[in-house]
């Protein structure tokens, strides 16, 4: 039985060869699409996974509201793991992270070579996360000072083999420091939140340990079988009223954490599990860029819809050209076959339809590949889906949709009343379907719905672009590491200053992108400091040239001169920060502040000379926080204000100088637009890769709303020839054919808008600067739903409307 099925359906796929492919077309279009974001998603929700202990493991996040600054950091104070590890038996290891400045140089050969995957880290590493040793001892790598784990690749790329345990690498710290390879660790896995190529020891780092006041280690720990996470949060309140409180108490003048909570203050320690770092964290520092969960939900739908499309099309072709079968299934009834046969014979086809599309599908996946993974940043390959469990889903796959999609045409066909068909009374009701109907709108609600959301991402994206960000970001080259060059950093900005084409140069650690250098200390409008009067904000340390040399604007006061001498001891405040000390004129005013050194009991105060314009220094989805600057020393970075044609020539002559100064240290810049739009990659990929769904669910869409054209216009052949006859023009039988089509897609944008409005506001909130959605986008979408609908199906109005009368009507 189960052959004949395959047979009549294989007869049937050839014989309606237009139906098989507009289906085919269309199902194999969502399977692909569906096939590509599940590969997408099931990448993202595995992250981390391959840790042995990664439902026990845990981040320490600190959180603090302070001063007009609200902090959600992924770093706590030094000593926390130890303190949890040494005060509660639930914590049954901890480890630290630790990197000052996100890069090493690590002499290879003659030359120097900028590493940026690098980290310090405590002897504990192994203990709490599964990264298996290629050669060495990870139970001891880590235990003395200058040692170093790397991973395979790095072995390779410094060694030429994976064998490298016991040699040593150099790095530029104090001059010249060498570390002993104590073991090679497989490269990293792809899917985890962080990636190290070289793991340094926690004993080389120069750093105040003991500090509860200064957040600057990532630091994990695992927790014991059986423990509740949720619960074990509750200790950190003893332990910030324990630890904290004493060293807190030395600069502010507090008496309970109860009491500077209720100066609107807050300090608080959090768990984050190891699992939901990757999709649910979005806080500073991170050690790697995180994905989003929101992005995660987004294409999931997206793709599950454009897969709905796919189905729907199926349905709506089956059921629009129900009468050619009609007579079919009348026939077979009443030779007596059962409905449960139909049913079964229908879903074969559906299913067989679907298997064909399946492979398609995997062409047209394997084809995309390459510019998906350009789209979404990922590495994946169509030979993922081998895997064991990928392989029962792909099995699985066109089992369902045959089924979802076959299902109800199979029981609408096998449903006919034999002699209601074979009295040729079917083709009345062929018209007008409801469901059908029903079917276009989702799609086409669908359709709409996604060209909205690309042109409103789109124009948030624009609006960033354009937005004025309080400094230039354009033509300002930012080289990197120029702190090495050590006493000659200073030569060589000037060196490069008196090249032609450049038109200001400044010492630039802290730029205004959210991969840059930041620095927090706490202020107060008077000499004694205490919750009310503290504020916590940005301090960045600058040299006579950086205003300049930024675009930025002092809307008040000066910017610091060489003029002045005390001018060591100023500061230059934003408009926040001179807002949130409510002075009417700033200007003279005084801030203070403690020393930088552990402990430093000494108070400063700085003199307020400048008002600086707001400028933006993180994403525009976050406000402007209080900042400030002083002068000192931040040059392990440089910034040139250029404008050339030739920036290749530039670069050539900037270099060039460098090599001067520094033969063995590699030169490395970027400019500071191209960072800028580095903070916007997430939305930039969204911007793309919603607007390839959107082609995909239109293109699909489109093949349906032709199929079922091509079909209505076959069932309203004599109703044409009858009008034609009667004097009806082809211009009125066009508009009569496309009519109910457009009616369909107006009522598609009815039920869009308020969807796509709810869902584009939802995601807008993650803005603080963000644009207003205007009515035209809705409308523009509108208008192209229908012109893509009236262009679809215009072809076979205007071919039904064309037709001789003399041939549709001649058998009557």
């Given at each position: 039985m189960l052959k004949n099925y395959f047979k009549i359906a294989w007869r049937n796929l050839v014989k309606n060869k237009a139906f098989s492919v507009i289906n085919i077309t269309g199902l194999a279009s969502g399977l692909a699409c569906f096939i590509l974001i599940a590969l997408y998603v099931a990448d993202e929700l595995s992250y981390d996974r391959f840790n042995e202990k990664a439902n026990r493991i845990y981040r320490v996040n600190t959180d603090i509201v302070f001063g007009g600054t609200n902090l959600h950091m992924a770093t706590t104070c030094d000593p926390m793991g130890a303190t949890l590890k040494r005060d509660y038996p639930q914590v049954e290891e901890y480890v630290r992270f630790y990197n000052s400045n996100g890069s090493k140089l690590v002499k290879k050969g003659n030359e120097f070579i900028n590493e940026n995957n690098v980290v310090?880290?405590?002897?504990?590493?192994?203990?709490?996360?599964?990264?298996?040793?290629?050669?060495?001892?990870?139970?001891?790598?880590?235990?003395?000072?200058?040692?170093?784990?790397?991973?395979?690749?790095?072995?390779?790329?410094?060694?030429?083999?994976?064998?490298?345990?016991?040699?040593?690498?150099?790095?530029?710290?104090?001059n010249s420091t060498l570390y002993k390879v104590t073991a090679v660790i497989k490269d990293i896995p792809h899917n985890a939140h962080f990636n190290f190529d070289f793991i340094f020891s926690m004993d080389n780092v120069q750093y105040d340990f003991g500090n509860y006041l200064s957040c600057n280690h990532q630091t994990y720990i695992v927790l014991k079988e059986g423990t509740d996470y949720k619960v074990f949060e509750k200790n950190f309140a003893q332990v910030a009223e324990k630890y904290v409180l004493p060293q807190a108490s030395q600069f502010l003048n507090i008496s309970s954490l109860a009491d500077f909570k209720k100066?609107?203050?807050?300090?608080?320690?959090?768990?984050?599990p190891l699992t939901d770092i990757h999709l649910h964290s979005d806080?500073?520092?991170?050690?790697?860029?995180?994905?989003?969960?929101e992005y995660v939900y987004i294409f999931s739908a997206v793709a599950f819809f454009v897969l709905l499309l796919a189905c729907v099309n199926f349905m709506n072709l089956s059921t629009a050209r129900s009468a050619g079968r009609a007579k079919e299934v009348g026939m077979r009834k009443v030779m007596g076959t059962q409905r449960k046969a139909l049913i079964g014979q229908f879903l074969t086809e559906s299913v067989l339809m679907t298997f064909v599309s399946l492979l398609i599908a995997l062409v047209i996946a394997a084809f995309c590949m390459q510019y998906f993974n350009a789209l979404s940043g990922k590495s994946l390959a169509i030979t993922d889906l081998l895997r064991p469990g990928y392989l029962t889903f792909l099995i699985l796959l066109p089992l369902a949709v045959g089924v979802v999609a076959g299902g109800y045409p199979a029981?609408?066909?096998?449903?006919f009343k034999p002699i209601t068909v074979l009295k040729g009374k079917m083709n009345a009701g062929v018209k007008k379907s409801g469901?059908?109907?029903?079917?276009?709108?989702?799609?086409?609600?669908?359709s709409i719905i996604l060209i909205v959301g690309t042109m409103v991402v789109y124009r948030q994206l624009n609006y960033i672009q354009t937005k004025k960000l309080g400094f230039n970001k354009d033509q300002l080259l930012i080289v990197n590491g120029t702190g090495s060059l050590g006493k000659n950093s200073e030569v060589f900005k000037n060196e490069v200053a008196k090249i032609t084409g450049v038109n200001g140069a400044s010492s630039a650690g802290f730029l205004p992108v959210?991969?840059?250098?930041?620095?927090?200390?706490?202020?107060?409008?008077?000499?004694?400091m205490d919750s009310k009067s503290g504020l916590n904000m940005q301090t960045w340390r600058i040299d006579y040239d950086y205003i300049k040399t930024m675009g930025m604007e002092i809307i008040q006061g000066r910017n610091f001169s060489k003029d002045f001498g005390a001018d060591s001891g100023a500061v230059i405040i934003n408009e926040s920060t001179a807002a949130l000390l409510g002075y009417k004129d700033p200007i003279g005013n005084k801030i203070y502040s403690y020393g930088e050194g552990q402990f430093s009991k000494q108070l400063f105060a700085y003199n307020i000379i400048g008002v600086v314009k707001n400028f933006h220094y993180e994403s525009l989805r976050q406000t402007v926080a209080p900042l400030c600057f002083r002068l000192g020393d931040a040059g392990w970075a440089t910034a040139f204000k250029v404008s050339t044609a030739d920036v290749k020539g530039l670069v050539a002559n900037i270099e060039t100088e460098w090599k001067k100064l520094s033969p063995a240290m590699p030169f490395s810049y970027q400019f500071l637009d191209d960072s800028f739009n580095e903070m916007y990659k997430v939305e930039q990929r969204t911007g793309k890769l919603g607007l390839s769904l959107s082609i995909v669910a239109i293109l699909i869409a489109c093949l349906g709303l032709f199929g079922l054209a091509t079909y209505m216009a076959e069932q309203r052949t004599k109703e044409m020839g009858v009008r034609k006859v009667l004097g009806a023009t082809t211009e009125s039988l066009v508009k009569l054919l496309s009519a109910d089509f457009l009616r369909l897609v107006l009522i598609a944008l009815i039920v869009a808008v308020p969807v796509a409005w709810t869902l584009m506001h939802f995601w807008l909130k993650d803005f603080a600067f963000r644009i207003n959605m205007p009515w035209w986008v809705f409308v523009a979408a509108g208008l192209s739903a229908m012109l893509i609908a009236l262009l679809t199906v215009s072809y076979q109005s205007i071919k039904a409307a064309l037709t001789n009368p003399v041939k549709s009507l001649r058998s009557e």
């Open positions: 310090h880290a405590d002897s504990t590493l192994f203990d709490v996360f599964t990264l298996p040793a290629v050669g060495g001892n990870t139970k001891t790598a880590l235990n003395e000072p200058n040692t170093v784990v790397i991973n395979a690749s790095t072995a390779m790329k410094y060694f030429g083999t994976t064998d490298a345990v016991g040699k040593t690498i150099e790095t530029n710290e104090n100066a609107g203050n807050k300090l608080e320690y959090t768990l984050m806080r500073s520092p991170e050690l790697g860029i995180n994905g989003s969960v029981f609408y066909l096998s449903g469901l059908r109907n029903a079917l276009v709108v989702i799609q086409f609600s669908t959210s991969n840059s250098s930041r620095s927090d200390f706490t202020y107060s409008k008077s000499a004694v």
